[in-house]
């Protein structure tokens, strides 16, 4: 058997949804509780533990004028410094450790879960994507949606509720107000789903494509040289992916902070 | 019918929002290309409200993906 066979014949069995699987590693907890450690929680550990060696490492030694380093890590606070105080206009700026977090963590769940599987390793080790799965965004999107609540009620008492009735024509106000509080429900829903959705769909396209090269190799004659088409394919939608990777952290840390504005800043409309 | 198939007939039915995720985004960018064109120094201000247009959109997209998704492998 070659090595394309053998590379066939290990892919013909894992279609493009076993990435996807959630293995436990390390079984934990009673009977009725599962606290077990899976891949999911291995990946989303080694994204802390990334993004705080980086921190660590580039802040460590700091100076005056940084390094490259450094100026990486400077730039990186400056962008969701930016981004929190063109949202909230300063009033927000306690929220800044949350947003930025949360920009690293999601943004390094999404890259790392696009590093290649060294071939070979068990089941329980491959390369995975814990923002793939909706339960780890709704949670993150939860842990938004009550920070707002929460402070909004704290910093403006029943006020908050003022959000919910914006001044239009008397008539307009009970269509309006139910319009607004569906809206306003819908936002965990809307966030959590566009993270997610778009980590599987991307996934999901580059691994149709690679099994659609390796099937091509397998095949015989000139049919081997077809297999170029959905290689470019794949080299695309993975260039493709690593812009997705940072649009969707970006979009999902900036649309928290514009949910925040509602809860620090009193509503005028 | 058999109940397999008017599933897959749902997913494949369930992917037609693309196309209006995809008109829909198309509009964004290339109003903001037009806009950005005339006033290019208001242009880079603009860009974060871009993202979120581009987002809000593309999310109606994804529902139909999602809506595809249950169909095939959750129901």
Redesign the interface.
């Known amino acids: 058997m070659s090595a394309v066979d053998h590379l066939f014949a290990a892919t013909a069995f894992a279609g493009p949804m076993e990435q996807f699987e959630i293995v436990s590693i390390f079984p934990f907890g009673t009977e009725n509780i599962n606290l077990e450690f899976t891949n999911a929680s291995l990946w989303m550990l080694i994204s802390v533990l990334v993004a705080s060696a980086f921190m660590f490492a580039a802040t460590n030694k700091a100076q005056l004028v940084p390094g490259r380093m450094q100026s990486a890590a400077e730039m990186l606070y400056q962008f969701i410094a930016n981004m929190l105080r063109d949202a909230t206009g300063g009033e927000g700026m306690k929220f800044f450790p949350y947003i930025f977090t949360l920009f690293v963590f999601i943004f390094l769940c999404n890259l790392l879960g696009l590093l290649p599987t060294i071939p070979g390793v068990p089941h329980a080790l491959h390369v995975f994507t814990p923002t793939s799965h909706i339960i780890v965004t709704f949670a993150l999107a939860m842990v938004t949606f009550l920070l707002v609540i929460i402070t909004g009620f704290y910093k403006q008492g029943f006020g908050f509720l003022k959000m919910f009735v914006p001044t239009v024509p008397l008539w307009l106000l009970p269509l309006i107000t139910v319009i607004e509080v569906l809206s306003f429900l819908s936002r965990p829903i809307s966030l959590s789903i566009r993270l997610f959705a778009n980590m599987l769909a991307g996934h999901l396209i580059l691994k149709l494509f690679a099994g659609f090269v390796v099937g091509l190799l397998a095949a015989d004659g000139l049919f081997k040289a077809i297999a170029i088409i959905p290689l470019l394919g794949n080299v695309g939608v993975f260039m493709l992916e690593i812009l997705v990777a940072f649009l969707q952290a970006y979009v999902f840390a900036m649309l928290s902070c514009i949910y925040l504005n509602d809860a620090v800043n009193e509503a005028h409309h | 019918m058999d109940a397999e198939a008017a599933k897959m007939i749902g997913a494949g039915i369930a992917a037609i929002p693309l196309a209006g995720a995809g008109v829909g985004i198309g509009i964004i960018f290339g109003n903001f290309l037009s806009g950005a064109f005339r006033n290019p120094s208001a242009a880079a201000a603009n860009q974060?409200t871009l993202?979120?247009g581009?987002?809000?959109t593309?999310?109606t997209g994804?529902?139909g993906?999602?809506i595809a998704?249950i169909l095939l492998?959750v129901v």
Do not use: D, K, P
């Open positions: 974060q993202l979120i581009f987002a809000l593309e999310f994804l529902l993906f999602v998704m492998y």
